[in-house]
């Protein structure tokens, strides 16, 4: 494969199927095929596909039989048939295997059952939500035969960290749905929270949601252009033409400003192939810099009635080189102060017309090539033509010469465009003499030349308009034994599918063969979704011309349950046993998949807010409807509702349509047209028996450009679906008019983003829902699906909008949340929809009691209100259908969870208006976060634990303490946060690639052995094994030992190769691993045997933090015994026992070692037998210190880590691990609690290698004591200097067998007090117990191994915070790197950039600087960006972004920024970054944490354009020894005329 030619420059990269068949045909089996799906079900039928000689086929696990399949035709031997397996309900998901028998020859293929007693559809009400939010989720229980199932279902959620935070079982009702409403607390981890659903004999569910502080947007923009592609060959200018729109979820439009940018985007090489254009080579990948695109142009334009059209002139100068043009319309709201945007593309075509070809995927050899050909013209142009087909042939083993003249097919012109499939016929220059199929595998350069001179290769495929090329394509030969061939129609007489009544879908398709086919009886074998749906016999009907045979083929099936993916059809045929085949795929008939009818609709389209609405809801009688409404604004956000649906049911119920196939080497089928064709039915690969070497086959004549591998981690993951309930109450404020205006009926203080989330049972076909709305000025649709007991699911759809709003409302435009002290700026907005101005509207602000401000003009200091603090009114005037906004800068005194802001507007009494609302504004505390953690093991308490909580809480900033007290039953308590973050793929060097491998091994037995080992985790896990295990064979040396660079070092190490022994022996329990392979490897380590048996040091270790203490003689030979041992019990392999045995005899001789090696050497010599497993444990026992073993290592990390000499942890981890196997494994129980004590924070402990240790000696000791739990925890805080007399209680929590891996927690009440936490605990069981203390500090302490600054510009270099910044951040080593931190900085690292209050960062211009694929991805969470980085460069790395404003906020707090390594948490470093510095045009230095200072500036008023009014005051005030503004600005304006209602073309927009 490494020599196949690049033949066509201009083709496409591998047709996937001649390269399939190619692969196959290399490399098959003799006759025997077998084609199963990759994943069966218990409880449901699954099918295989075989060839004729197979006779019968067995579901097995070992010896067991656990299901035999029936032929779908067995009264036919003598075709290929589909094998139907009914796998029973109760068997276990599990790696089984299908075993074809034919004769005494066999054929296996391995499939994973998982559970499919019915199937499990998750669904939430929104897939964004803020801390302190619930998620409202819906978990739908279905049948195979989409029938409700009532059942125990266990939904569980996990945190960011991978922590198990809540777990509830619940029953499904009788419409088979389960509603949990999930608590999100206000103080957690932000990020993605990942929610599983699971019953017994189902297929699991599980979806991702998002916990972070936003706000709602509150308009929609859209880019409205003439047409999709403008045509600019020969253009002087261009024209960029069209209108950006804006409009309120509530269906008005936005007047203000939109700033248009316009950037190109530059060509990339296209070729036509099979399915259509796809991009040339992978060196042809655009550039990140060329992916964003360079600006062309900015334009500032003005909304007019929600609208504003541009036309921007370019110039062919720069336009030159582009393939299309990227437009971003950013549109600013004066009325609220908020802005938003949209993209739209514009394509370039520099030809006339734009081509659209698909192409067959191969030629046979006697049969027709087809192509299906569109031409359309670019933009607004006409076709001017004429357009032909070219078409060359060449012939000869590589394809290197001519066949013949071209030939030339006219295309039609008509309606101004071609549309037409064209069938172009092969020269037939082939004879016998010349054109030798299959080459023998001897034949030598020359004779394959002269044996395959006029063999055609390939047809090179022109479009041409006129002389002109419009496009081109390569059509590759496919490779038949016989050098007969069978071809479907694919274009000329495309298949067709269409649905009865009866769901029976017939299916037609033309077939050409070099067979006379006439009257001969074929086979067709369907799939759908990866699975087999049907397989019989079929007669060809039909006629030979100029030798060629071309028929009709029709049959029908049932096919059960479909989605929307195509059918893939496959067809073959036999004469004389010669075979031929070929697939197409068929688009799915639209056939209705519900089997009643289901609706939801309001029995209005606009109301006021609080009003009474009607939902109307029809269904089948006996039926229960379950509704869903949400705030068009969350669709806004990005947040897509994600409602379940007949979609995401088959989708639950079928699964995802199959990757390309896989194929199994040393196969070489007869019939390999077959092959190919169950291998895209199925897309697993077609499995035989071995064979001899085949002889030398013939190349596809098109180059071979590899497919594209998709990483785990690029899979999409689901956005989960629906839910939401609310009701509001009214409220009166006052009881008649203030100064002749309206009075206040009702504050608005209902806001929810999920309004409806109910289910409705129907009676008699019809139900009405009585509601009443919100309180939010938005718009609302409502989704809803039903259930019946007995005929199963509808999908309702969605509904029309229901438009929520008033004549005048009030409203308030705040940040998500601000820093203590800081002094943001809170919008007001007064909105009038009526056609008359409103004068004199008075308007009332109360501020909470921890907010400050000085009210400044139009507003005056009111009369206070209980309650509450300051308190402003005004007099104002509001145009009609209009505005009026102001702003006020407050300063919150006090953290909190939610301080008020109400705000009022009461209209002349005449008039009859009035509005008033309440919002909460989130504070945070100032400062750098600090964390510390307490762990401590319990197991059958009986006594009370104390546990003095850290100063640092007695001196955070103010509102900063935080402490919580969890408890967990699993041993390894918050340690299961960074499993997930152990599994990695290996990568790197020899050692590094061993580093990754490793924790894959360990953490997968850990998960395994406590039953928690899923089928996504398992399989990423045994993926990640396998790269690894490929991965380092690079690094394999001749004799079969290991080194760091393999080859390149002058010889293998011991140490490296010995620790390769050990993982790939425990990894066999997940994956193959070749004996040869380990046998090769043992017998390199025995050649490093001495006579009295130590082992001999050869070769370098680059990391040698792998090797723990195993650093002098006795340790190396004590870790080589350890893994010869470990390779003798895993395989057959008695000389590595041997071996191993005899080092334990001299181990046994040697004296005065540290207690590290001690320990290892008596490891050693149990593994080898060479000492008892008492013996070993006795003498390990006489080693401890105390609870645990110290190394007697001094410690080299820095005080920063908080943390015990890594070797202490090793050493008690191996201590652990003899113990536990004996007799005396309570023994091991003090040692557990100290190991455990030892975490961090985040449950690791000073670096990746003890972390394995100590996670393999934690998973023995656990599974030793698994057995059931029942411990309930009373749990008390005492403030520092009280007694515990006065100790407050914080709560109780029980850890017991139902819930003993969920983290439960309890919050103390007044952290701020330090002193002590007590948990009096009584029981029986294991668990484990952490308190957890933050707080926030001003400055940092102590220095950190790693550094981290970030700095702010703005793009006119001005100074301050503006609209847009340029942020900098840079993070390195802070020390010279060693060989010792240099593996340290290989490994993922996150570096976190502070955000100052008011702003976001625009993710899509995040950029590290110098390097291509250094960022993984980025998050962006409240307060900071997130940037994921492959590695930490030793010299460092500049990420650069644009920070945009959203909220105006001043005297803006301290941020902090940091990076960190992310296995190794501790390993870190932070920077507390204030405004004067950040925006200082100074180096990056690490600065203090003081205050910013704002500047003052002075009063100005000024008359708009339109006749508007604007004034803005500010107030100096005096805050300690700052000079403060407190203080607001107010205008108002008369823009034009609010749009009735939504553009249709907008609303359509959002119904799609």
Not at 1002 to 1018: C, E, F, H, K, P
Not at 1135 to 1141: D, I, L, P
Not at 1525 to 1534: A, E, H, I, K, P
Request: aromatic share 6%.
């Amino acid at each position: 494969l490494q020599h196949l030619p690049c033949l066509c420059p201009q083709s496409p990269p591998g047709q996937a199927i001649a390269m399939r068949a190619f692969l196959l045909m290399l490399c098959g089996s003799l006759g025997l095929q077998l084609s199963c799906p990759a994943t069966m079900s218990s409880g449901r039928s699954s099918s295989c596909y075989a060839s004729q000689e197979i006779t019968g086929l067995t579901l097995t696990q070992g010896e067991t039989v656990i299901a035999t399949a029936v032929a779908s035709d067995p009264a036919n031997a003598d075709a290929p048939r589909l094998f139907e397996f009914a796998i029973p309900s109760d068997t276990a998901p599990n790696q089984y295997m299908v075993t074809g028998t034919a004769g005494s020859d066999q054929v296996q293929v391995q499939v994973q059952v998982v559970a499919g007693g019915g199937v499990l559809v998750l669904g939430t009400d929104k897939a964004k939500y803020k801390p302190g939010q619930d998620i409202l989720t819906r978990v739908l229980c279905l049948s195979t035969e989409l029938k409700p199932v009532v059942t125990d279902v266990t939904v569980s959620v996990k945190n960011p960290e991978d922590l198990k935070i809540f777990q509830v079982v619940q029953q499904t009702d009788v419409y088979g749905v389960a509603v949990v409403s999930i608590p999100v607390a206000t103080e957690t981890a932000q990020g993605g929270y990942t929610i599983s659903a699971s019953a017994a004999g189902a297929v699991d569910a599980e979806g991702v949601v998002t916990v972070e502080q936003y706000v709602l947007p509150k308009f929609e923009v859209t880019i409205d252009q003439p047409q999709e592609t403008v045509m600019v060959q020969g253009v002087d200018t261009l024209k960029v033409t069209g209108v950006i729109s804006a409009i309120y979820t509530y269906g008005e439009p936005v007047p203000g400003s939109a700033l248009l940018e316009i950037s190109g985007v530059p060509k990339v090489t296209q070729w036509f192939g099979w399915g259509g254009p796809m991009m040339m080579g992978g060196d042809m990948e655009p550039t990140p810099e060329e992916e964003s695109g360079r600006q062309l142009a900015s334009v500032q334009l003005t909304m007019q009635e929600g609208k504003a059209e541009f036309e921007v002139e370019l110039s062919s100068g720069d336009i030159s080189g582009l393939a299309s043009l990227v437009l971003v319309a950013n549109v600013s709201d004066p009325a609220t102060g908020t802005r938003q945007s949209a993209s739209a593309d514009l394509g370039l075509s520099w030809t006339e017309e734009e081509l659209e070809m698909e192409v067959d995927p191969e030629f046979k050899i006697g049969l027709p090539v087809e192509a299906k050909i569109k031409i359309t013209p670019a933009g607004s142009g006409t076709l001017s033509g004429p357009y032909t087909v070219k078409t060359q042939w060449y012939q000869g083993e590589y394809g290197s010469n001519t066949a013949g003249e071209p030939i030339t097919t006219a295309l039609t012109l008509a309606d101004g465009m071609v549309d037409e499939a064209v069938s172009i016929a092969a020269p037939d220059t082939e004879t016998s003499t010349c054109c030798v199929a299959r080459v023998a595998a001897d034949a030598t350069w020359e004779q394959r030349q002269e044996q395959r001179s006029c063999c055609l290769a390939r047809a090179q495929i022109q479009v041409l308009a006129g002389d002109r090329e419009v496009g081109s394509a390569c059509v590759g030969r496919g490779f038949t034994v016989s050098g007969q061939g069978l071809a479907v129609s694919k274009y000329v007489n495309a298949p067709t599918a269409t649905a009865a009544a009866d769901g029976a879908v017939t299916v037609q398709m033309k077939v050409l063969s070099t067979l006379d086919l006439t009257g001969t009886q074929g086979h067709v074998a369907v799939s759908a979704g990866g699975q087999p749906r049907f397989a019989g016999a079929v007669e060809f009907t039909g006629a030979v011309t100029d030798g060629v045979f071309a028929g009709d083929v029709e049959f029908s099936f049932q096919p059960g349950l479909l989605t929307s993916a195509p059918l893939r059809v496959g067809i073959s045929a036999a004469q004389d046993r010669v075979a031929v085949a070929d697939w197409a795929e068929v688009a799915v008939p639209a056939a209705a998949s519900t089997t009643f009818d289901t609706s939801a609709a309001w029995n209005t389209s606009e109301c006021r807010p609080n009003d009474p609405v009607g939902l109307g809801v029809e269904s089948k009688a006996g039926s229960k409807v379950f509704l869903l409404a949400v705030d068009k604004a969350v669709e806004l956000l990005g947040a897509k509702v994600a409602a379940i649906t007949s979609g995401s049911v088959m989708s639950a119920l079928l699964g995802q349509d199959p990757a390309p196939a896989t194929f199994t080497p040393r196969m070489c089928p007869v019939d390999i047209e077959v092959t190919a064709m169950l291998t895209m039915l199925h897309g697993t690969a077609v499995h035989g028996p071995s064979s001899e070497p085949c002889p030398t086959t013939f190349n596809n004549g098109c180059p071979s450009w590899g497919e594209q591998v998709f990483d785990d981690d690029m899979v999409m993951e689901m956005a989960p679906g629906m839910a939401g309930d609310g009701a509001a109450e009214d409220r009166a404020e006052g009881g008649g008019s203030a100064g002749g205006s309206t009075a206040i009926k009702r504050v608005r203080t209902f806001f929810p983003e999920t309004w409806v989330h109910e289910g409705v049972e129907i009676a008699d076909g019809e139900a009405t829902v009585d509601l009443r709305a919100p309180d939010s000025i938005t718009s609302w649709r409502v989704a809803s699906f039903a259930t019946h007991p007995e005929d199963g699911f509808s999908d309702g759809g969605v509904s029309d909008w229901l438009v929520v709003k008033k004549n005048m409302f009030a409203s308030l435009s705040m940040p998500a949340f601000v820093v203590h002290q800081e002094l943001p700026t809170i919008t007001l907005t007064i909105q009038n929809l009526l056609d008359q101005p409103l004068t004199q509207v008075l308007v009332t602000c109360r501020l909470d009691e921890g907010f400050a401000t000085n009210w400044t003009s139009p507003f005056s200091s009111s009369d206070p209100v209980a309650g509450w603090g300051p308190v402003g009114t005004a007099r104002v005037d509001v145009p009609a259908k209009g505005f009026w906004t102001g702003s006020i800068r407050v300063q919150p005194t006090q953290v909190s969870a939610g301080l008020r802001v109400y705000l009022s507007a009461q209209a002349d009494a005449a008039v009859g208006e009035s509005d008033a609302l309440q919002r909460m504004l989130l504070v945070k505390p100032a400062g750098k976060r600090v964390e510390k953690a307490q762990t401590r093991m319990l197991q059958d308490p009986s006594e009370a634990i104390t546990l003095d909580l850290p100063d640092g809480l007695t001196t955070g900033t103010p509102g900063s303490p935080f402490v919580r007290v969890s408890l967990v039953g699993d041993i390894l308590g918050s340690a299961l946060s960074n499993l997930e973050g152990l599994v990695q793929v290996p990568t790197g060097c020899g050692e590094q690639t061993m580093i990754g491998l490793a924790p894959n091994v360990y953490v997968g037995a850990y998960l395994q052995s406590r039953g928690r080992l899923g089928t996504d985790l398992q399989a990423r896990i045994v993926r990640n094994i396998n790269v690894g295990v490929q991965r380092e064979l690079m690094y394999r040396h001749s004799n079969g030992g290991f080194s760091a660079f393999g080859t390149q070092d002058p010889s293998a190490s011991t140490w490296l190769t010995a620790y390769v022994v050990k993982v790939f022996s425990e990894a066999a329990q997940f994956v193959t691993i070749d004996a040869a392979l380990i046998e090769a490897a043992t017998t390199f380590l025995i050649t490093q045997q001495t006579d009295a048996g130590s082992f001999t040091k050869l070769g370098r270790v680059i990391h040698e933090d792998m090797m723990g203490g195993a650093t002098d003689a006795t340790g190396l030979t004590a870790f080589v015994s350890l893994a010869l041992s470990t390779a003798a019990a895993s395989f057959d392999l008695p000389a590595a026992g041997t071996a191993a045995t005899k080092a334990a005899g001299w181990l046994a001789q040697q004296e005065g070692a540290q207690v590290y090696t001690k320990l290892i050497s008596i490891r050693a010599q149990a593994a080898a037998g060479a000492m008892t497993v008492e013996d070993a444990a006795t003498a390990a026992l006489a080693l401890r210190t105390g609870d645990h073993w110290s190394s007697a290592q001094v410690s080299t990390q820095p005080s920063y880590y908080n943390m015990p000499a890594t070797l202490d942890v090793e050493a008690t981890a191996y201590g652990m691990l003899i113990v536990v196997p004996s007799s005396q494994s309570g023994e091991a129980v003090p040692s557990a609690r100290w190991l455990v004590s030892q975490q961090n924070d985040r449950g690791g402990f000073a670096s990746t290698q003890d972390t394995v240790v100590a996670l393999e000696a934690l998973s023995a000791l656990a599974t030793k004591l698994a057995g059931s739990s029942a411990i309930t925890c009373d749990i008390a805080h005492l403030a520092s200097g009280e007694d515990w007399t006065t100790a407050v209680a914080v709560g109780s929590i029980t850890v017991n067998d139902d819930n003993f891996d969920v983290v439960q927690s309890a919050d103390v009440a007044a952290p701020e007090g330090g002193g002590k936490v007590r948990l009096d605990c009584s029981g029986t069981g294991v668990a484990v117990a952490t308190v957890a203390a933050k707080w926030n500090v001003d400055a940092q302490d102590e220095p950190e191994p790693l550094q981290v600054t970030a700095r702010w510009a703005s793009d006119d270099g001005g100074d301050g915070l503006q609209e847009t910044m340029q942020v900098r951040a840079c993070a390195s080593p802070r020390e010279e790197v060693t060989e010792e931190t240099r593996n340290l900085l290989a490994g993922y690292h996150i570096l976190s950039v502070g955000l100052f209050s008011g702003y976001s960062a625009r993710e899509s211009t995040v950029v590290a600087e110098g390097y291509e694929k250094l960022v993984m991805r980025t998050e962006q969470s409240s307060g900071s960006l997130e940037v994921y980085l492959d590695s930490l460069p030793e010299g460092g790395v500049c990420v650069a972004f644009v920070a945009q404003r959203d909220h105006m906020v001043e005297m803006v707090q301290p941020v902090a920024s940091a990076v960190f390594d992310y296995y190794e948490p501790s390993r870190r470093g932070e920077e507390v970054l204030n405004l004067a510095v950040a925006t200082a045009a100074t180096s990056p230095a690490t600065t203090s944490a003081s205050p910013s200072t704002t500047v003052v500036s002075e009063s100005t008023s000024e008359a708009g354009s339109d006749g508007s009014t604007s004034v803005e005051s500010e107030l100096t005030t005096t805050n300690s020894s700052e000079s403060t503004t407190l203080g607001g600005s107010v205008s108002s304006s008369g823009a034009g005329r609010f749009m009735p209602a939504v553009a249709a073309a907008v609303l359509w927009r959002f119904l799609l």
